[in-house]
């Protein structure tokens, strides 16, 4: 139980183009997302924190109006990175804690998705 | 604010070897601590939580770690270390205060020697 996807798990795009990112949980039901970024050998980096049919909460320093954030039903949420830039590349992974049938108190973490920005 | 400290970036055992993966953490409230282990190119799996049960806590693939409070201390441990289990280890800090916001710690890398 508590399944997390991403998809797609692997992205190679253009400089300027944008580029979406799907999280899903499979199977429960989550009242909250988190988006993290980790560069190569390091931790993560919590970006922003979403609920479920509200505004993302962005952590100090990512830009909102760069990496959107849309949780539109308990089970979906996405990132997309606008205008993305060779910078933007780096490994994101999104994690989303549940109500009934899983632990609350526990985040669940999709596979990652790898962005290479040309 | 909370935080976690992971003493070392690299930790280096050979096979059969007792692992020991030391975090300590700093939090105002009673802490949610926990051990996720990341393989490459891959998400994070959680190993094992504490949320104020039990000190000790026994995990996935052998791993346990104990709760010390007066140390501030959530340590990784496992007896007998197997090739597999070479991977990133991190040590994570949360509250319910914040919306139960995660703060890792920088990350382990365990090598195993055979």
């Known amino acids: 139980g508590a399944v997390v996807s991403q998809h797609p798990s692997r992205v190679i795009c253009k400089s300027g183009t944008s580029v979406k990112i799907e999280c899903r949980s499979l199977?429960?039901?989550?009242?909250?997302m988190f988006w993290y970024r980790q560069f190569p050998k390091k931790s993560l980096m919590l970006m922003a924190t979403?609920?479920?049919?509200?505004?993302?909460?962005?952590e100090q320093g990512v830009e909102k109006d760069k990496f959107l954030i849309n949780h539109a039903s308990l089970t979906l949420s996405t990132l997309t990175v606008t205008s993305a830039h060779p910078e933007d590349s780096s490994f994101y992974i999104c994690?989303?804690?549940?109500?009934?049938?899983?632990?609350?108190?526990?985040?669940?973490f999709g596979p990652g998705t790898r962005l290479t920005v040309l | 604010a909370q935080s976690v400290t992971q003493l070392g970036s690299h930790v280096s055992v050979s096979e059969g070897a007792l692992v020991l993966l030391r975090c300590n953490y700093s939090?105002?409230?009673?802490?949610?601590l926990f051990w996720y282990v990341q393989y490459p190119n891959q998400g994070l799996q959680l190993l094992l939580k504490?949320?104020?049960?039990?000190?000790l806590v026994k995990g996935i693939n052998g791993f346990e770690a104990e709760f010390k409070k007066s140390e501030t201390s959530f340590h990784l441990t496992k007896p007998s270390a197997h090739m597999s289990d070479a991977a990133e280890y991190f040590c994570?800090?949360?509250?319910?205060?914040?919306?139960?916001?995660?703060?890792f710690g920088a990350g382990t890398r365990l090598f195993v020697k055979a």
């Open positions: 994690s989303a804690t549940g109500t009934s049938g899983t632990s609350t108190d526990t985040q669940y």
């Open positions: 199977d429960f039901q989550a009242t909250t």
């Open positions: 979403s609920n479920e049919g509200s505004k993302a909460t962005y």
């Open positions: 939090s105002s409230v009673p802490p949610y």
């Open positions: 504490y949320t104020s049960a039990a000190t």
């Open positions: 994570a800090v949360s509250d319910l205060t914040g919306g139960f916001k995660t703060i």
